[in-house]
């Protein structure tokens, strides 16, 4: 099959150029079977399209100096539409095409549901908005002097959508705000549903590439890159011109053209990458191979390196100093072949990424090592009473700041401030009284239902003395 390629000129016309080059034999039957394998990533690029084109019509909203208050109701139902849809094309081609993966899809969106209030919230609207076709939200405010809002009332919400879960339901009804900024709310569980994709499209290509994807996807991307010189689009065709017919008057001619698919194998190759990170001296001399570390010397990684009959190039490396001439050194590798523009943009979120792990893990260290206002030594009680009388109570805890943060809270806890309020169980708790010595040796809490009214509380009837020597 002879390979061409497509592309328009300044004129903006069309022009297709068949090369000289034919591709035949094993080399062709190796290209049509890397370009079959390659295909089987369509589905995974094109998953997320319809979520994205209504998360982008919103963000276009938002940026919009008019109001356009009568296009918003049907940019909010149509995204809310296509995060459920989104979920449920993802589960029916994996329950269809790849039943194994099934369980970590479904332990994946448990996670996201669980671990994100956004989606939870959008999750529930969805249905509401589907089920009782009454607006998602309230009011809304937009105006060039300040951020657009979109309020949805917790009332609102409880009130109109009955078939809400009961577990959402009781975690609305136990918050003590009274109402959400839709923007804020979409933003965040587009978010989430966009590393969830990006889980479960990985999930998938390491599937793939037990099949021999990535060799694929990098022998199509040095073959689109080696015919590629108007910045067009190549492919192969069977047909052929006749030279003496070309010149003659009103000539027609259809040629069957086949795209390689540059595009997903730029999707796939994106996905596949090489991160790593070491902590020690970096040394001034440089691997041949991918970087390594030994006895606390850290060698840097060779910028194009062959790996498994894959070219790999270095896109960034970081290096952050710690102390005493320790650094934090991170590289990312990606399969060579692709665009400059996919290199820059995945170096800065690279970076980006790497600098916040970095902050968060000096704040941690930090934490770790500035000493605590109450010592380990120190004597906490901890004592429960369930009612205004103050009648019944409890010893919870009576034991050291140690064994209190070992056993029931984090290794950071600092004592509780008054006023203070947590979950203890299924019940929300306040601390009412506090008490403590000058050197914070011995600390005293008393603690009660959140419900109750601080002015009713008889507090004649907290008293330390009573347990002190218990």
């Known amino acids: 099959m002879r390979v061409y390629e497509q592309y328009r000129n300044s004129l903006g016309e069309f022009i297709l150029v068949l090369k000289k080059e034919n591709i035949t034999g094993n080399k062709l039957i190796e290209l049509k079977k890397d370009i079959a394998l390659i295909q089987k990533l369509s589905p995974v690029s094109k998953r997320l399209l319809p ?5 982008d019509k919103f963000e276009q909203w938002k940026a919009s100096p008019k109001s356009i208050d009568d296009e918003i109701i049907d940019i909010v139902t149509i995204y809310l539409s296509n995060t459920s849809s989104f979920i449920d094309q993802w589960n029916s081609f994996l329950k269809r095409e790849y039943s194994d ?19 939870r919230l959008i999750y529930n609207l969805r249905n509401m908005s589907h089920h009782t076709h009454q607006l998602p939200y309230n009011r809304l405010t937009k105006s060039i002097e300040s ?4 309020v949805l009332e917790k009332r609102y919400f409880l009130d109109v959508h009955k078939g809400m879960q009961p577990s959402f339901r ?15 709310i979409i933003s965040e569980s587009y ?20 099949d021999g994807l990535l060799d694929s996807i990098y022998r199509v991307l040095q073959f689109y890159n080696d015919h590629q010189e108007n910045n067009g689009v190549v492919g192969l065709t069977k047909d052929e011109l006749n030279p003496r017919k070309v010149l003659q008057k009103d000539f027609r001619q259809t040629l069957g053209l086949e795209e390689i698919p540059y595009n997903l194998a730029c999707f796939g190759a994106l996905s596949c990458k090489v991160e790593l990170t070491f902590t020690g001296i970096v040394n001034k001399h440089r691997s041949n191979h991918f970087p390594y570390e030994q006895d606390g010397t850290i060698y840097k990684g060779a910028d194009l390196l062959s790996y498994k009959n894959v070219k790999w190039v270095k896109v960034h490396e970081l290096v952050l100093n710690i102390r005493n001439n320790k650094s934090v050194y991170s590289v990312l590798y990606m399969v060579d072949g692709l665009p400059l523009k996919e290199y820059e943009r995945k170096k800065d979120e690279f ?4 600098r916040k792990e970095f902050i968060a893990y000096s704040e941690e260290h930090y934490n770790k090592m500035k000493p605590k206002k109450i010592d380990d030594s ?11 009388k103050s009648l019944r109570q409890e010893i919870l805890f009576s034991g050291s700041a140690e064994q209190l ?31 403590s010595d000058l050197e914070q040796k011995n600390i005293g809490y008393f603690i009660g239902p959140d419900s109750l009214n601080p002015n009713k509380i008889n507090y004649d009837k907290l008293r330390f003395q009573e347990y002190s020597d218990k």
């Open 191 to 210: 978010e989430a549903l966009i590393k969830f994709h990006e889980k479960i499209s990985s999930k998938l290509t390491e599937k793939l590439y037990q």
């Open 351 to 354: 970076e980006s990424k790497k």
């Open 405 to 435: 943060r070992q056993n029931h809270l984090a290794n950071d806890w600092d004592g509780f401030n008054l006023g203070d309020s947590f979950h203890l169980d299924d019940v929300k708790v306040r601390v009412y009284v506090k008490r």
């Open 51 to 55: 979520l994205k084109n209504s998360h």
């Open 147 to 150: 951020a657009p809002l979109i």
């Open 170 to 184: 009781k975690e609305l009804e136990e918050l003590e705000v009274e109402a959400f900024n839709l923007v804020e």
């Open 101 to 119: 993966l099934h369980s970590f899809f479904d332990k994946e969106k448990r996670t996201m549901y669980e671990k994100t209030f956004a989606y």
């Open 378 to 388: 120190a004597k906490i009680l901890i004592i429960y009473f369930d009612d205004e």
